[in-house]
């Protein structure tokens, strides 16, 4: 059968669809049925099943007799380190964290958070947590101890597992101050803090509260997997929204086991045994899904890779893993192949390598653009496959479907809807626009399984954010079109969240943290075009009049007040001080026409303006700062 079949098929009898997908998962008790929509808008899938993802993930594997085969490979060129874990390891691995965890109290539903780089011991702790029905948050490196902090008082942790460090190419990313950091900041406090100790910086534990990762797994039986109900959440995963407060998306057992599964043959292809390498890292959804979960249920092999595109030591790193370790499938996000473009734009590092393994390079995570997919297609001689998708949905929404037929690729667009996507392009009133009309982009309802089922103690603002402006629909927050194939284009965001090296942040978090500035009276932070990393924040500041601080001070001060609160990630290095910011007649800051000046585009005088002259002056001041600048995209 082919896409247009299949797809046609989960849209006519999604139960029929979703279970026949459900049969290559282990169930402890299977589910009845597949949607659960009593209490739509608010759907589930496979709520009446018992299962556990760790079993599915590791277990059932050595119990199949492959326990030999290689379940994770850590390559880590920032600590010159490579070694490989089999199946049967990590079951003895886990099983004994997991006891380790269970002896100090932790039991199905209970949160952990895991706050650590890119080491097996990370997707360890996650299916430790799998393994006993606990929650677990996974916080990303890059993030400072402020956004630790809310995320520790938002999901309210009995237990955090943390590394001693982390190391980015130069310098020491020291996790344990950072986490002791936010505990200090944090109103709840975990029972307790396990603390993976890495050689190249031994952490101070904490008496009473901190234990070492070793130590007390020491004479712990090994945990059996606990079944848990099909709608029990397997985890937490933050996300940046349009304000500080991050959205806990919540992902469902049963649905997500399903549909990773389900993806990993039909979109990318990939059979058990082989070496699948999601080049991202678990504190993102495509580590969750891509390096954790989806290649071990499916029983690939996964890469945890620690290092960069480039500088680690240079442009042709991926290529080395990629013949080290016999990759088939690589994904990663457009900005990791700019960099190395940039590095080494004729690709000549890439002959050094036998790429013989390589069928695929999927990208996803930001916008694709043709000159960045031309050059792989050259260089790789690979299909290169765009497809697109969320936190919120865990999946793709939107891909070319390998493992069922290779539609033909169009560059610029990230594909189809994948089965159980009913994508439509809407205007402003909810209204289907034409074919390559651009439109928001909304699926839907129920969304497939696999995706979020609602936000973490936030009811009512899953309702607000998502579903409230389209009913009936999922607001995906993505602006585009679809051509007369219905091939997707995803064009911009359609709130203020902006994409920094395929990293989602929210320049409302970013305007929070500025406006706590005492010298700065209103400020607006936008996202400009960047050649390397597709967007990068800019914030603009107006300061209160008669400040005493000169501007480059408060410019200083603001860049390493976003650094020290939301932390390195948000790369926030831009800002310029104005006037005045530029305003419609209600007070609505004019942040698009801002963005439009900033890249040099065209734009259309806003008809409610309220004084035009503004704009005038935010270009002689971007200006000032070398903007608009000729990118080399
Ligand atoms: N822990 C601590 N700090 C981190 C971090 C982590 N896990 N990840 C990034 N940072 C820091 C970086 O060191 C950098 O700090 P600096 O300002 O001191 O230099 C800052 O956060 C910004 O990081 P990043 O945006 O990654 O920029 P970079 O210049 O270090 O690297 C790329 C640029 C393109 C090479 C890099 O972003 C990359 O490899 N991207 C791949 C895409 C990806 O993984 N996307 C995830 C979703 S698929
Ligand atoms: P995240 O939740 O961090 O995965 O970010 C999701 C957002 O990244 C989407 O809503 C899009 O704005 C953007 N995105 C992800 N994949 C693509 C893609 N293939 N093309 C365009 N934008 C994408």
């Avoid at 950091?181 to 534990?205: D, S, T």
């Avoid at 305007?511 to 075009?529: K, Q």
């Avoid at 209160?544 to 410019?555: D, L, P, Q, R």
């Avoid at 035009?612 to 002056?617: G, N």
Wanted: hydrophobic share 40%; proline share 6%; charged share 20%.
């Amino acid at each position: 059968m082919g896409y247009r079949e299949i797809y046609a098929q989960a849209a006519t009898d999604p139960d029929a669809f979703w279970m026949a997908a459900a049969d290559a998962i282990d169930w402890d008790r299977a589910p009845t049925k597949a949607l659960f929509d009593q209490n739509a808008p608010l759907y589930q899938w496979f709520s009446d099943g018992m299962v556990n993802t760790c079993w599915n993930a590791v277990d059932r594997h050595v119990e199949a007799g492959h326990g030999d085969r290689i379940a994770i490979i850590h390559d880590s060129p920032v600590t010159h380190t490579k070694h490989e874990i089999t199946y049967a390891e990590l079951q003895t691995r886990v099983a004994s964290l997991a006891g380790a965890l269970a002896a100090k109290g932790v039991t199905k539903g209970d949160r952990v958070i895991i706050y650590m780089p890119m080491v097996p011991e990370a997707l360890e702790a996650m299916l430790a947590c799998a393994r006993l029905g606990a929650i677990h948050s996974v916080v990303f490196g890059g993030f400072a101890a402020n956004e630790l902090a809310v995320r520790i008082d938002d999901c309210t942790p009995k237990c955090i597992i943390a590394a001693s460090c982390g190391i980015e190419p130069g310098r020491v990313v020291h996790y344990k101050p950072l986490l002791d950091g936010a505990l200090e900041l944090a109103r709840h406090q975990p029972e307790f803090c396990v603390i993976f100790q890495r050689e190249q910086e031994v952490a101070h534990l904490e008496e009473g509260r901190d234990v070492e990762w070793h130590g007390f797994q020491y004479g712990v039986d090994p945990a059996p997997c606990v079944p848990v109900e099909g709608n029990h959440p397997a985890y937490i995963l933050y996300t940046s929204g349009t304000t500080g407060q991050p959205k806990g998306v919540i992902r469902h057992t049963g649905g997500h086991l399903v549909a990773l599964n389900w993806s990993m043959r039909n979109l990318y292809d990939m059979n058990p045994g082989e070496v699948f390498w999601a080049a991202s890292d678990v504190g993102w959804v495509v580590g969750h899904s891509y390096i954790c979960y989806a290649p071990l249920v499916f029983g690939c092999t996964t890469i945890v890779f620690e290092g960069k595109p480039v500088g680690t030591p240079d442009a042709g790193t991926f290529w080395r893993v990629i013949q080290d370790h016999k990759v088939k499938c690589l994904f990663t996000a457009p900005t990791a192949f700019r960099a190395i473009k940039r590095d080494d734009p004729q690709g000549a590092l890439v002959s050094d390598y036998d790429l013989s393994s390589l069928e695929t390079l999927f990208l996803a995570g930001e916008r694709a653009d043709p000159d960045t997919i031309e050059w792989a297609q050259d260089k790789l001689g690979v299909p290169v496959i765009d497809h697109w998708w969320q936190t919120e949905t865990g999946w793709a929404i939107a891909g070319n479907p390998l493992g069922i037929e290779k539609l033909p690729v169009k560059i610029g667009s990230p594909a189809v809807p994948m089965p159980g996507y009913d994508v439509h392009i809407l205007d402003e009133g909810g209204h289907p626009v034409r074919d390559g009309e651009l439109g928001a982009i909304a699926v839907k309802l129920p969304l497939p399984p696999g995706t979020l089922p609602t936000l973490w103690n936030a009811e009512a603002r899953y309702r607000k954010s998502y579903l409230e402006h389209f009913p009936g629909y999922y607001e995906t927050g993505d602006a585009g079109y679809k051509d007369a194939d219905g091939y997707l284009y995803i064009m911009a965001r359609t709130d203020d969240v902006i994409n920094v090296a395929g990293h989602r942040l929210s320049t409302g978090a970013m305007e929070e943290v500025l406006a706590a500035h005492p010298e700065v009276a209103e400020c607006a932070v936008i996202g400009v075009s960047d050649g390397l990393k597709g967007q990068l924040p800019m914030g603009f500041l107006c300061l209160n009049s008669g400040s005493a601080m000169g501007a480059e001070e408060v410019i200083a001060d603001c860049v390493k007040l976003v650094r020290q609160k939301i932390g390195p990630v948000a790369a926030f290095k831009l800002a310029l001080v104005v006037d005045r910011l530029p305003k419609t007649r209600s007070g609505k800051i004019l942040r698009g026409t801002m963005v439009k000046i900033a890249d040099g585009e065209d734009f259309k005088m806003p008809a409610t303006i309220d004084d035009p002259a503004i704009l005038d002056e935010i270009a002689v001041a971007l200006k000032g700062i070398g903007y608009p600048k000729k990118t080399s995209r």
